[in-house]
């Protein structure tokens, strides 16, 4: 005969027999979501910086953790945007599974916008964490163009081998190591000002490198107001162990008076150049007949004979001057030691009008010259790309226009690659730190969070 189960039991069974059915679906009871921490999420930045159109932008790190679950069961995705029509929750990307992902947004247009960023766990439990997003315009070569964020300043760059390079700023002195390759902040940064003993900024406006020496220079010029600011009369060197993402950087010697040197050498010669007005008390440096250094580059052969190049005054101070170059012949043992600078016959360059915003050479004495207005107007006014063999008396060839019209000036190219190759690429670098990146009126250099600050770097072929 049937066993038949009491009516008690037999729904006890069944209800067990419920439970068990849920749970093999994967389905959580609540007494199975109670088990579940609260998900946590951290981002890397809380801002970040795109352009439209670009290759490339800087990405967040995303870490995300919820005890008593597996991390891979956890999702991350932009939940809300607080303008939508600067980038989109579906503009945001992630990528990863584990407890570490890789967020990346596409920016539509300029502005910016407030991206809430969710994690989901297991028991349905949810955080969030806000990150507040500015996008540039779009520019031109945009495929060829990376931006170095944390500074918006860019003056001068070396390259250290490995696809890296050192960038100053002339807003600070912070010295900052890029990937060249790659759109972000940087890797490494060094500050020696209390050891130069310096307090205010010296306006790293050039570099040069010779071994494992680097040099810097300060403009050597008055500010914009016209005011005569000690700190920028200095001359330093670092000297670098090491090369590509483990580069490193010591302090060498410095000299601050090359300025006061360069005024007396004019002076005693018929100021020649007008080094004396130029540096007059309320006289502004970017001026036709001004006084501001922007380049510096070691001359044909040499580790001792520095070029130093001058963005003013053109010579003579009128519209279609000559580019002026005046070397220090001893320029090694100034900066190492001290020595009073000996200087050689000024060099006269044919830059179309224009006057020089970085000189660089290679291994082979083949240089390349950044030419561009002495005026401060960087958006509108024209930038050209001049090559020539560093020899007094032998005239520069134009190479390239390099574009005008999106935000910053030409300031700098890292590196010169071999000029006889066909097709040959340089990177250049602009300042934007007078640039309204994000469309609101404010300057990029007094934009309030360092990751919206950024300077781009983009590659040009200079030979056909």
Excluded at 143 to 171: C, H, K, L, Q
Excluded at 195 to 223: F, H, M, P, Q
Excluded at 341 to 361: C, E, N, T, W, Y
Excluded at 446 to 462: N, Y
Aim: charged content about 20%.
């Amino acid at each position: 005969m049937p066993h038949h189960v009491p009516l008690r039991r037999a729904r006890t069974l069944a209800a067990a027999s419920g439970v068990l059915t849920l749970a093999a679906v994967g389905l959580n009871t609540p007494a199975d979501a109670a088990s579940y921490g609260t998900p946590t999420i951290s981002l890397s930045a809380s801002y970040l910086s795109g352009a439209v159109g670009a290759t490339g932008d800087p990405q967040v790190t995303v870490t995300v953790a919820q005890s008593g679950a597996d991390v891979s069961a956890l999702t991350v995705a932009a939940s809300a945007s607080s303008r939508s029509a600067v980038a989109g929750t579906g503009d945001v990307g992630v990528s990863g599974t584990g407890s570490t992902r890789r967020l990346a947004v596409t920016a539509r247009t300029s502005g910016y916008t407030d991206l809430t960023i969710k994690v989901t766990g297991l028991g349905g439990k949810t955080a969030i964490r806000t990150l507040h997003f500015a996008a540039s315009a779009a520019v031109q070569k945009a495929a060829d163009t990376r931006y170095f964020t944390g500074s918006s300043d860019a003056s001068a760059a070396v390259d250290v081998g490995g696809g890296y390079a050192v960038v100053a700023d002339d807003e600070s002195n912070t010295l900052r190591l890029y990937d060249r390759s790659a759109s972000g902040a940087p890797v490494k940064t060094w500050d020696f000002s209390s050891r130069i003993g310096v307090s205010k900024e010296i306006d790293i406006e050039a570099a040069a490198r010779v071994g494992n020496t680097i040099y810097w220079t300060g403009s050597l010029g008055n500010n914009k107001d016209g005011e005569y600011k000690a700190d920028r009369n200095t001359v330093f060197t670092t000297t670098v162990t090491g090369s590509g993402a483990s580069t490193q950087l010591m302090l060498g010697g410095s000299y601050r008076k090359l300025r006061d040197d360069l005024v007396a050498w004019d002076h005693a010669n018929g100021d020649r150049y007008g080094f004396v007005a130029g540096t007059a008390d309320g006289q502004v440096p970017k001026q036709i007949d001004g006084f501001n250094v922007e380049g510096l580059e070691f001359a044909p052969g040499s580790t001792s004979t520095a070029y130093i190049g001058f963005r003013a005054p053109l010579v003579p101070p009128a519209n279609g001057g000559k580019a002026l170059i005046v070397p220090v012949t001893n320029f090694d043992k100034v900066v190492a030691g001290g020595a009073k600078p000996v200087f050689g016959a000024a060099i006269q360059l044919d830059l179309g009008g224009l006057s020089i915003r970085d000189i660089r050479k290679n291994a082979a004495d083949q240089y390349l010259i950044v030419a561009g207005s002495w005026a401060a107007d960087d958006n509108s006014d024209p930038y050209a790309v001049y090559s020539w063999d560093g020899v007094a008396g032998h005239a520069p060839v134009k190479r390239a226009d390099l574009p005008t019209g999106d935000p910053g000036g030409w300031e700098a190219v890292v590196d010169v690659p071999d000029l006889g190759q066909a097709g040959a690429r340089a990177q250049f670098i602009t300042d934007d730190g007078s640039a309204d990146l994000y469309g609101d009126g404010t300057e990029a250099k007094d934009l309030s969070h360092p990751e919206w600050k950024k300077s781009r770097a983009t590659w040009f072929t200079v030979t056909s």
